[in-house]
Every structure is written in structure tokens, then in C-alpha cells.
């Protein structure tokens, strides 16, 4: 089987969702254990802990993680369709989502000090302060990540828009056909089509009887063992 530049496209499509919903898994269960270490955290402060900022760096990674999971799944689905349709839909469902979490992303894990907030209510626990000063960072790096993964994925899915659509079946190879007659059968009822019958000795030639029964006879013989 060959594959054509298309094909080779679409496969390398599907393989880029697939490593794209992969992380967008890692991000979700990777915030989740941010905000568990969060709220054990400010569990152990002190009373003014009520006055503690909301986490919204990790809930930013949370609903980025989930957003590109379900970009990466119905990217996924729309690869193996050819319908053109489909994938233009796509290719403006991913620009509308992409550009609204780079924007997201920038406001909340760019623009805001997140090091200077936590230190400000909570200066007391420098360990504390620290920790999730590294990991603000982290997210801010993942972020970058992700979204650049995004943006190859959308570029794949433009370029495979723009080339001609074709069947799903067009790279597939001839079919063999299959054997369904002995090359032993020498009877002309059982000839395989397109062939002519074998020629039978006229009445009388008592010459080629012989020969012909123990042809017939080694041919029963070897079909039977």
C-alpha cells in the first residue's frame, strides 16, 4: 500500500491531536494536585487566611487543560472524515478557541504578579511562597507549550484543507483475486472462466484413454493426502 502526501498529512494530523490530548491530560491532574497542595496550604494559616487570594493561575490551567483535550478529541475525529466541510468548521472552531486562551493566558499568568500577591498575604511561610512561585512559572511555561502545539495543529489542519480532497479509499492497492479453482481440475465444467475447455480424445482414439485415467487417478490421489 502506498500513501500519498495527503495521507501521510492526515496520519501526522491524528498523531499531533493524540500527543496534544495527551498533555492537555497532564495539565488537568498536574492543577488538580496544584490546588490539593493549595487548600492544605492555606488550611494551615492563621485566621486572616479568609483574606488569602483565589488561585486563578491554577484554575486557568485547569480549564486550559480541558479545553485543549476536547479540541484535541474533535480534531481527532475530524481527521478521518474527507469532508471539506467538516474541516473548515474546525479549522475556525480551533482559531476562535486558540485566540481566546492565548488571551486568557496572558491576562491571568502574564500580566499579574502571582509571586508578589502570594508573598503579600502570606510572607510568614517563605517555604510556602516559594513552592508556588516555581510553579506559577511552570504554568506559564506550559502554557507557551500548549499553545504552540496548538498553533502546528491548526497550520497541519490548514494545509491539509487546502490540498484537493480525495476518497478515503484512494490509496488503497488492487484487490488479488482470489483462487477458487484448482489448477488440477481438468474437466471442462469446473474451468476456470476466461479459459477453454480442455480438449477431450474424439470417440474411438482408445490411445489417450489410458494416459488420461492415470492422470485423473495421481490427481485424486494427491488431492486426497
Not at 492544605?40 to 488569602?52: E, H, K, P, Q, Y
Not at 503579600?120 to 508556588?132: E, M
Request: charged share 10%; proline share 7%.
Amino acid at each position: 500500500m502506498t500513501f500519498c502526501s495527503r495521507c501521510l498529512l492526515n496520519h501526522a494530523l491524528r498523531v499531533a491531536n493524540l500527543v496534544v490530548n495527551l498533555c492537555g491530560m497532564a495539565m488537568i491532574i498536574y492543577s488538580l494536585w496544584l490546588l490539593k497542595i493549595w487548600s492544605r496550604g492555606v488550611a494551615d494559616l492563621d485566621a486572616t487566611a479568609s483574606s488569602f487570594p483565589t488561585p486563578w493561575f491554577i484554575y486557568t490551567l485547569l480549564g486550559v487543560g480541558i479545553v485543549v483535550c476536547f479540541a484535541a478529541v474533535v480534531g481527532h475525529a475530524v481527521s478521518n472524515s474527507v469532508n471539506p466541510a467538516a474541516l473548515s468548521l474546525y479549522i475556525v472552531f480551533v482559531c476562535f478557541i486558540l485566540l481566546f486562551q492565548i488571551v486568557v493566558i496572558v491576562e491571568v499568568l502574564f500580566k499579574i504578579d502571582w509571586p508578589t500577591v502570594i508573598s503579600g498575604h502570606h510572607d510568614g511561610d517563605t517555604k510556602f511562597v516559594a513552592f508556588f512561585t516555581f510553579h506559577v512559572n511552570i504554568c506559564r511555561l506550559v502554557g507557551v507549550v500548549i499553545s504552540a502545539a496548538q498553533v502546528n495543529v491548526l497550520v497541519m489542519a490548514i494545509v491539509l484543507r487546502a490540498l484537493r480532497p480525495q476518497s478515503s479509499n484512494h490509496c488503497e492497492g488492487p484487490t488479488v483475486p482470489a483462487l477458487r479453482y484448482s489448477f488440477l481440475v481438468m474437466n471442462g465444467s469446473d474451468s476456470p472462466p476466461g479459459l477453454p475447455a480442455p480438449a477431450t480424445p474424439p470417440p474411438g482414439d482408445h490411445n489417450c484413454e489410458p494416459a488420461l485415467k492415470i492422470f485423473r487417478a495421481s490427481e485424486v490421489r494427491w488431492m486426497s493426502a
